[in-house]
Every structure is written in structure tokens, then in C-alpha cells.
């Protein structure tokens, strides 16, 4: 099993929960108030029979005018039309938005020959808060209607090699994903376990849907993963992206591999 972290660059976020382009060299955090640094990484995973893309990221296009998220997939050798799978742990815009690129009313696929799974009730919840800005309303009335959308509900698995869990706390019905075997198993925690300083440092954030559920939940995975030497997938993390956790003394210590 291959697994490739695609980045998609860093940006500022406030609460208009518009990303914005952040380039540390040249620009000054302290010109953008109250606004968090995020990158956004997803993953490409290449298991036996699938080529998967997690959480495809915002769906920006670079200074070229090509999707970043294709640039990338296109560095490390596959194509757009390659990906078989899309998996989504919820549907804000910054994991959901490269699910399909266009505007007023005209998207198309950004991996065409691609199913698309997500959990059936996130789906239902984004459609219950049309006022919020963390979401591309257009981009998911599109995708709602694709042939290529599944939908899953609940625990379970898709292949040997691929299965959810549903954890809520970010959102009431987001997932994490684990890929491999029980000898090398990766975990991917979206915005549960989205950075590894929020494993070293226990905190319950404000931008979840139930920050104390989340905090319960991002100490559990990184116990279990601890113990079974997970390789952690980090989707807001560009400097580390995958790494192990140890548990000893108290204290999460991060391994980068
Ligand atoms: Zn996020």
C-alpha cells in the first residue's frame, strides 16, 4: 500500500470561513486578524485494487490554472481519471470542495470515473444549515445528485483493505477511515485528529459541533494508535503529514515518518 499526502498549501481562515492564501515568507499573520493557519492536505492511497483519494481538499487552482489536487496526482505518476475511490470523513468546503470544480450551476467531476462515499446522515446535517459558510451548497447539490455518489450509514467496511468508523464531535455524523492490515494500519482522523500538536496538547476547540466529544474521541484514537503503531494521516498538516505515536510517561510523543 502506497500512501501520498497531496498538498494543497497553506491559508488563512477567520469566521467568514473564507480560505485565503498564506505564504510564510511573505505574508504577516498580524495583517489578518483573528484568522487561523491551516494547511490542507489530502491523501492519495493506492491500495490492491483501488486508487483512492481522501478528502479531496478545497479544489483550488494554481498560478498555472490547474487544479493543484491534478498537479499533484499527476507528480506521483497517476492521472485525474485513475481514481477509483473518493472518500469523505464530512463535507465542509475544505475537505469537500475538490469534489468538483465549475460554477453557476454548471460543476463537473474532478475525478470523473470515481465513486463517491459519504456518510448518508453528514449529508442530510449539511442540508439542515443552508446559513452556514463552511459549506459549498452548489458543489453539493451537484454531487447529491451524482450517479457516482454512495451513500454509507454507519460503521462498516468497504473492501479488505478499507473501512469507517463514525466518530461525530467535529460534525454529528463525521468519519475516520483506517486502510491497510492490522500489521500496518494507517488512520486517517480528519478534523477529529486533524494536526498532531492537538494530540500533544489536550484541548476542546470552538469550531467543532461538540468540542468536547471530539477531545474524547482524538484522545482515544491516538491511545489505540499508540498501542497498534498507527501511521496517522494528518489532513491539516503539511510539515507532518504521517507519523507514529508513542504513549509513554503521560505524554503523546509524534514520530514523523
Ligand atoms: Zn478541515
Known amino acids: 500500500m502506497q500512501v501520498i499526502p497531496l498538498s494543497e498549501g497553506t491559508y488563512t481562515v477567520d469566521i467568514s470561513k473564507r480560505f485565503v492564501p498564506f505564504h510564510p515568507q511573505t505574508d504577516h499573520l498580524s495583517d489578518r486578524p483573528a484568522s487561523l493557519v491551516v494547511d490542507i492536505v489530502p491523501f492519495l492511497i493506492q491500495t490492491s485494487g483501488e486508487l483512492v483519494v481522501v478528502d479531496p481538499g478545497l479544489g483550488f487552482q494554481g498560478n498555472d490554472g490547474e487544479f493543484m ?26 475537505h469537500a470542495g475538490g469534489l468538483a470544480y465549475g460554477k453557476d450551476g454548471a460543476y463537473n467531476l474532478m475525478f470523473p470515473k470515481a465513486t463517491v462515499y459519504c456518510q448518508e446522515k453528514e449529508m442530510e446535517y449539511a442540508f439542515t444549515k443552508k446559513e452556514s459558510s463552511s459549506f459549498d451548497f452548489e458543489k453539493l ?59 500533544i496538547r489536550r484541548f476542546v476547540a470552538k469550531y467543532d459541533f461538540d468540542g468536547k466529544l471530539s477531545a474524547q474521541r482524538r484522545r482515544d484514537y491516538s491511545m489505540r494508535g499508540a ?31
Not at 447529491?144 to 462498516?156: E, H, I
Open 69 to 94: 489536487i491534478h498537479s499533484s496526482i499527476m507528480r506521483h505518476g497517476y492521472s485525474a481519471d485513475d481514481v477509483s475511490l473518493v472518500l469523505l470523513s464530512h463535507l465542509h468546503k475544505d
Open 141 to 199: 447539490e451537484f454531487i447529491r445528485r451524482s450517479p457516482k455518489l454512495r451513500f454509507m450509514n454507519g460503521d462498516g467496511t468497504l473492501n479488505e483493505e478499507i473501512r469507517f468508523e463514525i466518530s461525530g464531535g467535529h460534525t454529528p455524523f463525521h468519519q475516520v477511515f483506517f486502510f491497510g492490515t492490522e500489521e500496518k494500519k494507517y488512520f486517517f482522523g480528519g478534523d477529529v485528529v486533524p494536526q498532531p500538536s492537538q494530540i
Open 227 to 257: 498501542e497498534s503503531n498507527w501511521t496517522f494521516l494528518f489532513f491539516h498538516d503539511g510539515k507532518t503529514p504521517m507519523a507514529h505515536v508513542n504513549f509513554r510517561h503521560q505524554q503523546f510523543r509524534i514520530i514523523s515518518v
